[in-house]
């Protein structure tokens, strides 16, 4: 069983205007926009996907390939790749935020 899945478009941008990290989604670009501080150091989101699976859908699958184009256009900014994947059992679009 072999998948090939189209994940959104990706931009972040470092802003010296920028407080905190944001992420939001664009549904008229399918694009994820995350804005970040200069200097935030650790992780920061860039793009993800959800992908509903089969029922019965065997753990410990791969090999798994992600790849992407970075265009890295301030310099000092450096990129290191990282990626992960969760599995949950049941998900909602719903969005809630805490003050």
Same mark, same amino acid.
């Not at 010296?16 to 920061?44: E, H, K, Q, S, Y």
């Not at 790749?81 to 969760?86: F, G, L």
């Given at each position: ?9 990706? #931009? ?15 549904g ?6 995350? +804005? ?42 450096? #990129?290191?790749?990282?990626?992960a994947?969760? #599995? ?5 679009? +719903? ?5």
């Amino acid at each position: 069983m072999s998948y090939t899945l189209s994940v959104p478009n990706a #931009v972040v941008t470092y802003s010296p205007a920028a407080t905190t990290a944001t992420t939001v989604f664009d549904g008229a670009t399918n694009t994820w926009r995350t +804005t970040v501080p200069l200097g935030l150091g650790g992780n920061i989101f860039l793009d993800g996907l959800g992908f509903r699976v089969p029922v019965n859908y065997p753990g410990g699958v791969g090999p798994v390939t992600w790849s992407g184009r970075f265009a890295v256009d301030q310099p000092g900014i450096k #990129v290191n790749w990282n990626w992960a994947a969760a #599995v949950y059992t049941s998900f909602s679009t +719903t969005t809630t935020r805490s003050a």
